[in-house]
């Protein structure tokens, strides 16, 4: 699985390094590191929410924030791939 993370102006503001940051610690703590690739991409056009994401394949936007980055990584991104 594929997880391309906004790293453009809005999202960059929002906290995108400190998202990335944490998923990256989470994709090596769980041990997920042949599972889920991080990648950093640009605008997503989802500029008025949090730091934005995607699941390549996938057409919907996610929205991260520092403080809910773990729990949505558990929803979205482990209970998939697990």
């Given amino acids: 699985m594929i997880l391309k993370v906004c790293v453009g102006s809005a999202c960059h503001i929002k906290g995108s390094y400190d998202v990335i940051n944490t998923i990256t610690n989470i994709i090596e703590d769980e041990g997920l590191v042949g599972e889920v690739e991080l990648k950093a991409c640009f605008c ?12 390549e394949g996938e057409e919907y936007v ?3 924030s520092k403080e809910d980055v773990e729990e949505k990584f558990k929803e979205l991104i482990k209970e998939r791939i697990l």
Avoid at 44 to 55: F, K
Wanted: negative net charge; hydrophobic residues 40%; aromatic residues 14%.
């Fill in 44 to 55: 997503l056009n989802n500029c008025t929410e949090g730091v934005s994401a995607v699941i």
């Fill in 62 to 64: 996610y929205s991260f």
